[in-house]
């Protein structure tokens, strides 16, 4: 006999409709695909819509899907509000403060100011133009409907005091590259002026772009420059080590099936 559905069992069905696990049935994870695709059209229209020869014939379409994506979106985001709390954290467990609660995260107010961007283009004001732009933040959401993405967030996370200690020791060398070849240079290349000038030629110079609009003069700044140039190689070498391992190990735990504690064997 089938049991009817009932309000809290729908509550719950449409949490995990909004937040599919991995191994979610299709239909989730079907969900999530087209909110992604909805978001890359609206993306690929805001691009589009900036080449003068394409914004008259692109805007009745983009008004089409600009609206479409204002009803979705808002009732993902007034459904993420009723669900809000079935989430774990027990902060969210109050009906309304912990809705209020859920609606200050910085994903909830992303989600907000995507429908912002929406009612601003549907608009016509040119104050609501520059409102348009919020759609761009939309990308920030792709994480949400991607397990990959998700995976590139949690490794991020994972590893965030060894990022943060790289990017205080990046700083660091930027200032020190900067001030040195400010004292070097200064009194007889305009390009190294200040101290900031300076610490703009080494972010260039770290990061082996190199432009070619500041640069040494002197043999003394030439051969130090050098050395911070072949510096930089290692520094951008460094964080993308670390995240690789951190991709490496975060998918070999999820591929690494949990094994019985008395037995030993693999349980399916």
Not at 69 to 93: C, D, K, N
Not at 108 to 117: F, I, Q
Not at 203 to 214: M, R
């Amino acid at each position: 006999m089938t049991v009817p559905r009932t309000y809290g069992s729908f509550r719950h069905h449409l949490y995990d409709l909004l937040d599919p696990e991995p191994d979610a049935p299709r239909v989730e994870r079907t969900l999530n695909s087209l909110l992604a695709a909805l978001i890359a059209v609206n993306l690929a229209l805001t691009v589009l819509l900036t080449v003068p020869e394409w914004t008259a014939t692109l805007r009745p379409f983009a008004r089409v899907v600009e609206s479409v994506s204002l009803v979705v979106f808002g009732v993902e985001y007034i459904a993420r509000l009723w669900v809000t709390p079935l989430r774990p954290h027990a902060i969210y467990a109050h009906p309304v403060w912990g809705r209020v609660r859920y609606a200050l995260t910085p994903l909830a107010l992303l989600d907000l100011l995507v429908l912002v961007s929406f009612v601003a283009g549907l608009g016509d004001l040119a104050a609501l133009r520059a409102l348009r732009l919020l759609k761009l933040l939309s990308l920030l959401k792709l994480g949400r409907y991607s397990q990959s993405l998700r995976l590139i967030g949690k490794v991020v996370v994972d590893r965030k005091e060894e990022l943060l200690t790289m990017i205080v020791v990046v700083f660091a060398l930027v200032l020190l590259s900067g001030t040195l070849m400010y004292f070097i240079e200064g009194s007889r290349n305009a390009q190294f002026r200040s101290i900031p000038s300076a610490m703009w030629w080494a972010v260039i110079t770290l990061t082996t772009i190199g432009y070619g609009d500041a640069y040494p003069t002197s043999g003394l700044g030439r051969v130090v420059g050098g050395f911070i140039a072949l510096l930089g190689v290692g520094m951008v070498a460094l964080p993308t080590g670390l995240l690789a391992n951190g991709f490496a190990e975060e998918l070999r735990r999820q591929r690494q099936k949990p094994c019985c504690p008395h037995c030993g064997e693999e349980i399916e």
